[in-house]
Nanobody, 123 residues
Framework: HVQLVESGGGSVQAGGSLRLSCAAS????????MGWFHQAPGKEREGVAA???????SYADSVKGRFTISRDNAKNTLYLQMNSLKPEDTAMYYC??????????????????WGQGTQVTVS
């Protein structure tokens, strides 16, 4: 039974920082691409950042230079460091896990497993 559990969301003023974490269980975490997505009310879920099993990363243009995705395979944990936050970053943030043969990109179809989400609010 695969479980992804996000934490670290909250409310912050514009320009501030947050660090999201995603703990994975029941999953050979280190072998797969992992990603972060966000979804604002009334909008579609969008890919924010992805990291492959070899550590290579990709980012949405809107977060390049501000967000950093990383993974600790020993702890089965994924991170998203978010700096210089903007009000438009306000959304529910979801952790996502890929599958064998999936592309490691920012498309939701590249992921099989999803967490419940953690809310980020920037004012």
């Amino acid at each position: 039974h695969v479980q992804l559990v996000e934490s670290g969301g909250g409310s912050v003023q514009a320009g501030g920082s947050l660090r999201l974490s995603c703990a994975a269980s029941g999953y050979t975490y280190s072998s797969y691409c992992m990603g972060w997505f966000h979804q604002a009310p009334g909008k579609e879920r969008e890919g924010v950042a992805a990291i492959d099993s070899d550590g290579s990363t990709s980012y949405a243009d809107s977060v390049k230079g501000r967000f950093t995705i990383s993974r600790d395979n020993a702890k089965n944990t994924l991170y998203l460091q978010m700096n210089s936050l903007k009000p438009e970053d306000t959304a529910m943030y979801y952790c996502a896990g890929g599958y064998i043969g999936s592309r490691c990109d920012l498309a939701a179809t590249s992921y099989n497993y999803w967490g419940q989400g953690t809310q980020v609010t920037v004012s």
